[in-house]
Structures are given as structure tokens and as C-alpha cells.
């Protein structure tokens, strides 16, 4: 049984370009390898025969930021590391999301000490937060589905 069997005579797909841009990205978005603690292991986790990411698209994590347009952040971000995230955030091309990962990523976690940053909101923008500590990789996939419904709204930017 072939697809025209099942399908029957529809031989013409409508959809605005917009709408065809935004579902491609969804289905080849590319994470940059960046675990700063305990959240990378859950992280490891999702990309692991368990949870499987490649059934989104993310086959792998990549280590260059110019090959990559979502950052996993996960984990605590320190006053010494926050220049390097960024630097790694400007390093990517645009169209780029930002995911914080963990409790320590969102809002400073359990620590309360100066070298801690109360959240990676200070650094870049983020896009979806992911909350646990640390979170399952089941969190991180839906924070991964929240962002994908978040992408397909967009609106193309024909000015930039």
C-alpha cells in the first residue's frame, strides 16, 4: 500500500512561508554543548537511547557556537563564567534561543554567595526556563517542546 492509496487524491499542500520556515527550524534545531554542573549529566541523560533528542532533530550536541542555534544552559552560572556564556551567545547565528536548565541557571539555586549569578537573565536573554534541581531529562524535553511552540509563532524578520 502506497502513500496515494492511503492519502487519496490530495496532491496539493497550502501553507504560508513563514509558517514552512518556522516548522524546518523545530526539526533541525542544534544545542551547543555547554554543561557548567550538575544539570549536564540529566542533560547527557535526555541525549542518551532512553529519551532519545534525535527524534527532535537533535542528533547531537555541537561543540562549535557557530554550528549551533540553541544554548542549553546547565547548571550554576559564576561571575567568572558569565563572559564566556556570552561570548558563545554572540558567536551564534541568528535565528538563536536561549534554555536555562535548573534551578541554579533560573534564579541562583541553593547558593547565596557573591560568585553565584541569581540567574543567566542578567547575562543573555532566555527563552524558556526549565525548573528542577536538577531537572529530569523529561523537564528538559518538555522545556524543548515549550520552545518549539514558542519558535513556530514567530514572525520572520525580512529588516535584519
Same mark, same amino acid.
Given at each position: 500500500?502506497?502513500? @496515494? ?12 512561508? @513563514? ?5 524546518? %527550524?523545530? %526539526? ?15 542533560? +547527557? ?9 534525535? %527524534?527532535?532533530?537533535?542528533?547531537? +550536541? ?6 549551533? #542555534? ?10 567568572? +563564567?558569565?563572559?564566556?556564556? %556570552?561570548?558563545?551567545? #554572540?558567536? +551564534? ?27 543567566? #537573565?542578567?547575562?543573555?536573554?532566555? #527563552? ?25 509563532? @514567530? ?6
Amino acid at each position: 500500500m502506497g502513500v @496515494e492509496e492511503k492519502l487519496g487524491n490530495l496532491g496539493i499542500i497550502t501553507t504560508t512561508l @513563514e509558517a514552512a520556515v518556522n516548522w524546518s %527550524r523545530t %526539526r533541525a534545531m542544534w544545542p551547543l554543548l555547554s554543561g557548567l554542573a550538575c544539570c549536564a549529566i540529566e542533560m +547527557m541523560a535526555t541525549q542518551a537511547s532512553d529519551y532519545d533528542l534525535s %527524534r527532535f532533530g537533535m542528533e547531537l +550536541m555541537r561543540p562549535s557556537p557557530r554550528q549551533s #542555534d540553541l544554548l542549553i544552559i546547565a547548571g550554576r552560572v559564576t561571575r567568572k +563564567m558569565a563572559p564566556v556564556l %556570552r561570548r558563545l551567545y #554572540d558567536q +551564534m547565528p541568528d535565528p538563536k534561543w536561549v534554555l536555562a536548565m535548573g534551578d541554579c541557571c533560573s534564579c541562583g539555586g541553593v547558593f547565596n554567595n557573591y560568585a553565584i549569578i541569581p540567574g543567566v #537573565d542578567e547575562v543573555m536573554p532566555v #527563552d524558556v526556563y526549565v525548573a528542577g534541581c536538577p531537572p529530569r531529562p523529561e523537564g528538559l524535553i518538555h522545556g524543548i517542546v515549550t520552545l518549539h511552540e514558542k519558535v513556530k509563532g @514567530e514572525k520572520i524578520n525580512t529588516y535584519s
